[in-house]
């Protein structure tokens, strides 16, 4: 069985931060990369960062690089994003995902397991 949580999600100004946090219960978190999505609803859902097994390698959507940093504490079974100078347009829910092994990927399709979401609003 695998259950991940999201939290950190608000509402936040432009300009401003947020701190998500993903805690999994899994057998062994070192097994799988995590990834972060988002979704706007009547949009497609959207990869945003990915991150490794050990995190030796992570990757961005273009639009949020130099601005969200994507960490894991493979001790504690959690992933981060900390995301920085926020625009409306990051607005939307945020999910994270596992898949097992030690490749990123952009597509929603190639994650098996979902957390259930945590909202992030930044009005125009």
């Known amino acids: 069985e695998v259950r991940l949580v999201e939290s950190g999600g608000g509402l936040v100004q432009a300009g401003g931060s947020l701190r998500l946090s993903c805690a999994a219960s899994?057998?062994?978190?070192?097994?799988?990369?995590i990834g972060w999505f988002r979704q706007v609803p009547g949009l497609e859902r959207e990869g945003v960062s990915c991150?490794?097994?050990?995190?030796?390698?992570?990757y961005y959507l273009h639009y949020v690089e130099g601005r969200f940093t994507v960490s894991r504490d493979n001790a504690k079974n959690t992933v981060d994003l900390q995301m920085n100078r926020l625009k409306p347009a990051d607005t939307g829910v945020y999910y994270c995902?596992?898949?097992?092994?030690?490749?990123?990927?952009?597509?929603?399709?190639?994650?098996?397991?979902w957390g259930q979401g945590t909202q992030v609003h930044v009005p125009s």
């Open positions: 991150i490794t097994p050990i995190g030796r390698s992570s």
């Open positions: 995902t596992l898949t097992r092994g030690h490749h990123c990927y952009s597509k929603s399709n190639d994650y098996e397991y």
């Open positions: 899994v057998f062994v978190f070192s097994d799988y990369s």
